[in-house]
């Protein structure tokens, strides 16, 4: 199973609701998930496409970064960043 996230840079809001039914539909996806409505959205497919990379570069035409990762795994227990700004909009002490 595999793990398909579909981002944009902040506020942009490109990623819409069909650039990801578009996809989905494609690919066999399952449900979709919002991880910030407009902006970033995951779903499950159950194999690697091959049509991965040639989608990958339509949306970067569009502005949508297309991750394609292996679920098992993926979720992280720990982030590690030398600033604070890596994980917020402003240095603080």
């Given amino acids: ?12 809001n490109l990623v819409t ?38 989608a990958w570069a339509d949306y970067q035409s569009m502005g949508i970064d297309v991750v394609v990762q292996t679920t098992k795994g993926r979720r992280k227990k720990m982030l590690l960043a030398d600033m604070d700004s890596t994980m917020i909009r402003q240095e603080c002490i």
């Fill in 1 to 12: 199973m595999f793990t398909v996230t579909m981002m944009c840079r902040p506020n942009a």
């Fill in 17 to 54: 609701k069909a650039a990801i039914d578009a996809l989905i539909g494609a690919w066999g996806g399952r449900a979709m998930t919002w991880l910030d409505p407009l902006n970033a959205a995951e779903f499950e497919i159950l194999n690697l496409p091959d049509t991965q990379w040639t």
